[in-house]
């Protein structure tokens, strides 16, 4: 069965920490992606990456960062959290190509307080 | 990418078909139609998809206009599960690549 693995379902961080979320894929898939998704704005791109150490940013990449050290895991990072940070966190990952589907792991709840 | 713009909310009868429309005017010819729902609390899970051909699955068809500008997914025989936000989307090939999901249509299936 494929998998995306997201690593928390739930978290609960303090303003001004740094965040860790991490993604791992077992599909071999090339595209990796983060969204975050908040009531009413539907899933939102924060960043994706379309090979190991190659980023772009999506359209709300302001107070996030990324990396992507190895092919199956893709980390979003929070350099210093904020409470407008406070939302669902969703990955996803796709291979190379426009013909493909997306798989996405069942998400982080993040808290910022 | 080309955005999508989608009802906000659906209401269906539990065993009839669902018909949910998407337009993509701005959609290019190398750019994929993608539907996807997402129940509560779920990640995203993909339905169907296709280019300009109508689609069929288990889950649904997608029946896409000549002109690609807009879409329809239709559930046959929707049931109280089918209750979830569906997004349309397009998606190119572009070196990288990037899925642009908007608010989408949040289905109601009553019985």
């Known amino acids: 069965d494929v998998k995306v693995t997201q690593s928390s379902r739930y978290l609960v961080k303090r303003t001004g920490e740094k965040v860790f979320l991490e993604c791992v894929q077992d599909?071999?898939?090339?595209?990796m992606f983060w969204y975050r998704q908040d009531p009413g704005l539907g899933l939102r791109l924060i960043y994706f990456?379309?090979?190991?150490?190659?980023?772009e940013k999506g359209d709300i990449p302001e107070g996030y960062s990324v990396s992507r050290e190895k092919k199956e895991r893709f980390s979003l990072i929070l350099e210093s959290a904020s409470t407008n940070q406070t939302s669902m966190y969703l990955c996803?990952?796709?291979?190379?190509?426009?013909?493909?589907?997306?798989?996405f792991g069942q998400g982080t709840r993040l808290t910022v307080v | 990418d080309a955005k999508t713009t989608q009802p906000t909310s659906m209401d269906c009868a539990e065993g009839r078909a669902a018909n949910l429309p998407c337009n993509h005017s701005?959609?290019?010819?190398?750019?994929?139609v993608y539907w996807y729902r997402q129940i509560h609390s779920q990640g995203p899970q993909y339905i169907i998809h296709?280019?300009?051909n109508n689609e069929t699955n288990e889950m649904a068809s997608l029946i896409i206009t000549e002109d690609r500008k807009s879409s329809t997914l239709i559930l046959p025989h929707a049931t109280l599960r089918d209750t979830a936000v569906y997004y349309c989307?397009?998606?190119?090939?572009?070196?990288?690549?990037?899925?642009?999901f908007g608010a989408g249509t949040r289905l109601f299936v009553k019985a």
């Open positions: 990456s379309y090979d190991v150490k190659m980023k």
């Open positions: 599909m071999d898939h090339e595209n």
């Open positions: 989307i397009v998606r190119s090939y572009t070196g990288g690549f990037k899925t642009i």
């Open positions: 296709g280019l300009k």
């Open positions: 701005t959609i290019s010819g190398n750019e994929y």
């Open positions: 996803a990952s796709t291979h190379q190509g426009a013909d493909t589907e997306a798989f």
